[in-house]
């Protein structure tokens, strides 16, 4: 549809919306596009009551749309998710995790030359300042990889002043180089930041980055490479990582995403922000998903537990992690994707035995009404896991490696949110049913409720509690 042929078509679509505690009446235009149709919520603030106007309410943001994107494209009934127009499976048959976060973060596939440049200039930013590689190694010897690699990426934020809005002030941002050196510095760092945090986990040094190696390959050599003088990664594992990686690119306004865009709003710098968006994917509902199947798969721990465990999850006294979806009501495509690639790396590694777990579980509850009826299908989450485990990462670095790439899409929303005309600070209401204006009671005074204050103590404590102390 033209322009022309969509603003007429907007014009002739509209609620009519009559408000029976005045009896006004408004029309509120909708909006058409390719995802749904909507109407702005601000425009029901004509209808006031007592002062007040009409809001929306929304908890878990369940039906709102809250920004206009170009990057990536779901179809959450026919299972279609596209970058920039793109299918996810032709960029996951075609194309490098290097060339996709090019893709996601600048709108169009790079020319060759393009894609050199790139290439390139995300290699020279591979190195991270010693003072950070140092910090690292502070961690203690348990640290989760997660905590690891938010908190240095937070703290990098410290190493460039001259660029943090909040110290050279809130244009900076406006100048296009600075904005791309950022993307440089993040995207080439991230998978040394990650080795360390994993390096750290094996009390080995950490690698330097390699002069020679792709992305994806260079990562697996930081991880990996001891004494060899030539240590090259199997190219088979290097390409599987490499799609795992594209399909976590980008999911357009997941957790994660929305709090790069919540932050980005307040103007903070896109360390402190990518920090914080890894925080939200390092919960189990999110990023730890995958975390999360694996120690599912642990404890169900054999074929004869599945029905019991089945029976647990339609009682409500468990979850099937990595299965369904707030967008999907279909077969995730990236999950097909994925159970492909893990046969490929059973290929090379022998097959992982939970496997077997993982696709008799998918069989049941495919079949299975409690999960036909809620369409709960397996998500991307589910069989990433699975293949993660084979190729030897403890469960704890499995949110790192979905944070990698799916930084690439963090910085593309974070590109476009500074070019947005409509990036007003993010800041919701609230339903508040709090008590009445009341004034301060003296503590003599007061009458007491009963709260509840106590809080778990460990043995020791609870030994010390005993002892006594002067
Ligand atoms: C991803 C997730 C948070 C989406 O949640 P949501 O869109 O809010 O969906 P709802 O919680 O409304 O679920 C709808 C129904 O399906 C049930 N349901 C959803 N996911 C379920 C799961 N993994 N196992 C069992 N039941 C599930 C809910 O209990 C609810 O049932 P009800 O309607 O009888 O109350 C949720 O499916 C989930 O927790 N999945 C497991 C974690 C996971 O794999 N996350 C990775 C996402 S990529």
């Known amino acids: 549809m033209n322009r022309l042929a969509l603003y007429a078509n907007q014009l ?10 005045t009896g006004k009446t408004i029309e509120v235009p909708i909006s058409t596009s390719r995802e749904s149709d ?33 990057i990536s494209y779901i179809d959450g009934d026919k299972g279609i998710l596209e970058y920039r127009g793109i299918p996810i499976e032709e960029l996951a048959e075609k194309s490098t995790f290097v060339e996709v976060a090019y ?18 200039k995300l290699r020279k930013h591979t190195f991270i300042h010693t003072d950070a590689s140092q910090m690292m190694k502070s961690f203690r010897y348990d640290a989760h990889p997660m905590g690891m690699l938010i908190s ?21 941002y406006k100048n296009k180089d600075i904005v791309n050196k950022q993307i440089y510095r993040i995207l080439g760092s991230l998978p040394t930041i990650a080795s360390n945090s994993f390096r750290n986990r094996i009390g080995r ?18 991880l990996d490479k001891l004494n060899e003088k030539e240590y090259k990664p199997h190219p088979k594992i290097t390409r599987a990582l490499e799609v795992l990686f594209i399909l976590h690119a980008e999911h357009e306004l997941n957790c994660s995403t ?36 694996l120690r599912m798969l642990e404890e169900i721990g054999d074929l004869k537990n599945i029905p019991q465990f089945i029976k647990d999850v339609k009682d409500r006294k468990k ?31 022998g097959k992982e035995p939970l496997i077997e777990i993982a696709i008799e579980l998918e069989k049941i509850a495919l079949s299975d009404p409690y999960f036909i009826q809620r369409k709960l299908y397996p998500n991307v989450d589910f069989y990433s896991g ?19 790439p799916r930084v690439a899409g963090w910085l593309a929303h974070w590109k476009e949110y500074l070019n947005d005309k409509e990036n007003n600070i993010v800041r919701p209401r609230q339903n508040y049913v709090g008590p009445e204006k009341r004034n301060y009671v003296p503590v003599e005074q007061r009458k007491e409720f009963p709260i509840y204050l106590e809080s778990n103590k460990s043995s020791r404590q609870k030994r010390r509690e005993t002892a006594t102390l002067s």
Not at 105 to 120: H, R, Y
């Open 12 to 21: 002739a679509h509209h609620l009519t919306i009559t408000d029976n505690r």
């Open 38 to 70: 909507f109407i702005h919520a601000t425009k029901l603030g004509a209808l006031q009551y007592q002062g007040q106007p009409l809001r929306v309410y929304d908890p878990g943001y369940m039906n709102t749309i809250c920004c206009t994107s170009k």
């Open 103 to 120: 893709l996601l973060i600048n709108g169009e596939l790079p020319s060759k030359s393009q894609l050199q440049e790139w290439d390139e």
């Open 152 to 172: 240095t990426l937070a703290a990098i934020s410290t190493f460039h002043p001259e660029v943090n809005p909040a110290l050279a002030g809130e244009g900076v």
């Open 205 to 222: 040094e950490h690698n330097m980055p390699h002069e020679n190696m792709s992305y994806v390959e260079n990562f697996l050599y930081m």
């Open 258 to 293: 929305a709090f790069v865009r919540h932050l980005s709003s307040s103007g903070v710098d896109i360390y402190t922000a990518i920090a914080g968006a890894a925080g939200a994917l390092y919960g189990p509902k999110h990023g730890g998903a995958n975390e999360a199947v």
């Open 319 to 349: 979850l099937l992690m990595g299965f369904g979806h707030r967008v999907y009501k279909n077969y995730d495509p990236r999950a097909k994707i994925v159970k492909q690639i893990a046969y490929q790396v059973f290929e090379i590694t």
């Open 386 to 404: 699975v293949i993660y485990r084979a190729l030897g990462f403890p469960t704890d670095m499995f949110p790192v490696l979905f944070t990698i």
